[in-house]
């Protein structure tokens, strides 16, 4: 009688083994291990499924992500698009470009320096009056996100879905960009300003100096749109405050 007790003991031990080395070979088709952190893509993903033995489906993590990515760019969009969004912020402030840091340095020697300052604020304001404009364009790229896409963004850094958006965005952007950037200039009189400054400048130099202002404020605004996105996403990725859905709380929230 021990000896049937025994050997039952050893074939459920055995089976039990069995299955769980082909969960994990199942597992390890999915995903690799993480070199930091140790864990699998399934074990990121999961979250507190540990405790209920619910994965979660491709599709749900694909769901995650794309709400992951519109609520950065939503989020960022909003905070650059309200007043000194870019001005008041010394990361992203968009300050004159190299080549005309000269003019900047002459025409401040001649007492000039309020018109440099007025040029160097409307070029915030055009950025801050177009981030408001981007939704739609970051949304149809959202929306074409893959499942390979998602699960290499789930295995990548803080910043992966941001690289992903910039990747999949960033020509369409800066061609949708550029008219909104040249609208607002306009708009916020940067250009006149702008002119004021070169032609104050040329009055006093030979050398004239005229950059394409809508494309350098158009590069320095989608460089910091990109850099608050992927602010966002680290937040979502770390701090449970940050993960405002049920999707993102079941996606992020046992990583």
Same mark, same amino acid.
């Given at each position: ?85 870019? =001005? ?21 020697? =001649? ?65 949708? =960009? ?78």
């Amino acid at each position: 009688m021990k000896r049937i007790i025994f050997t039952a003991i050893i074939f459920g031990l055995f089976v039990v083994n069995i299955q769980a080395q082909g969960l994990k070979g199942l597992m390890n088709k999915v995903t690799k291990k993480d070199s930091t952190s140790g864990k699998s893509l399934l074990d990121n993903v999961t979250g507190s499924s540990s405790k209920t033995g619910n994965s979660l489906s491709n599709d749900d993590i694909i769901t995650g992500l794309k709400e992951a990515l519109r609520v950065g760019t939503d989020s960022a969009s909003k905070k650059l698009s309200k007043a000194n969004g870019f =001005f008041g912020d010394a990361a992203i402030k968009i300050l004159m470009p190299a080549e005309a840091q000269k003019v900047e340095k002459t025409l401040r020697g =001649f007492g000039l320096g309020s018109v440099v300052d007025k040029a160097v604020l409307s070029m915030n304001r055009a950025a801050e009056d177009a981030a408001s404009g981007v939704g739609n364009i970051f949304w149809n790229s959202i929306k074409q996100m893959s499942v390979t896409d998602g699960l290499q963004i789930l295995k990548g850094g803080d910043f992966a879905a941001t690289d992903y958006l910039r990747k999949t965005t960033s020509i369409e952007l800066t061609e949708k =960009f550029r008219p909104v950037i040249e609208a607002s200039l306009v708009k916020v009189d940067a250009t006149k300003y702008w002119n004021d400054v070169f032609s104050n400048y040329n009055k006093f130099s030979g050398t004239k100096i005229n950059p394409d202002l809508t494309a350098y404020v158009t590069e320095k605004a989608l460089s910091g749109l990109f850099l608050n996105i992927s602010l966002e996403e680290q937040k979502i990725r770390k701090d449970p405050a940050a993960q405002v859905t049920g999707i993102l709380k079941s996606v992020f929230g046992g990583k």
